[in-house]
């Protein structure tokens, strides 16, 4: 089991930049890749960033390429996720998941998920 709690959501102008973090409790966390998805109001929960166990390939919905940088640190149990550039479309409930997906964006591939955080642009 692994249980996953986001943090460093909140409320940011338009070009600004969050950094978001995932914390990890369970001894298997270094085993799993992790990803990050958003949903915006009314809206589907999206891919947005995979990175795998080691943390030596990562994946991005091409739309936001070149502004979020998804890392981790598995010796403190740590998923991060950069966001530069922030506009107002970025606004949404950011989550992380952690699992062995066959298929990286999709959501169904994923066992363990956070409750989320809430991030929000203003222009």
């Known amino acids: 089991q692994v249980q996953l709690v986001e943090s460093g959501g909140g409320l940011v102008q338009a070009g600004g930049s969050l950094r978001l973090s995932c914390a990890a409790s369970?001894?298997?966390?270094?085993?799993?890749?992790v990803a990050w998805f958003r949903q915006a109001p009314g809206e589907e929960r999206v891919f947005v960033a995979w990175?795998?166990?080691?943390?030596?390939?990562?994946e991005y919905t091409d739309s936001l390429k070149g502004r979020f940088t998804i890392s981790r640190d598995n010796a403190k149990s740590t998923a991060y996720l950069q966001m530069n550039a922030l506009n107002p479309e970025d606004t949404g409930l950011y989550y992380c998941?952690?699992?062995?997906?066959?298929?990286?964006?999709?959501?169904?591939?994923?066992?363990?998920w956070g409750q989320g955080t809430r991030v929000t642009v203003s222009s």
């Open positions: 990175i795998n166990w080691s943390g030596d390939s990562t």
């Open positions: 998941a952690a699992g062995i997906p066959w298929v990286h964006s999709d959501v169904k591939e994923y066992n363990y």
């Open positions: 369970g001894r298997r966390f270094s085993t799993y890749a």
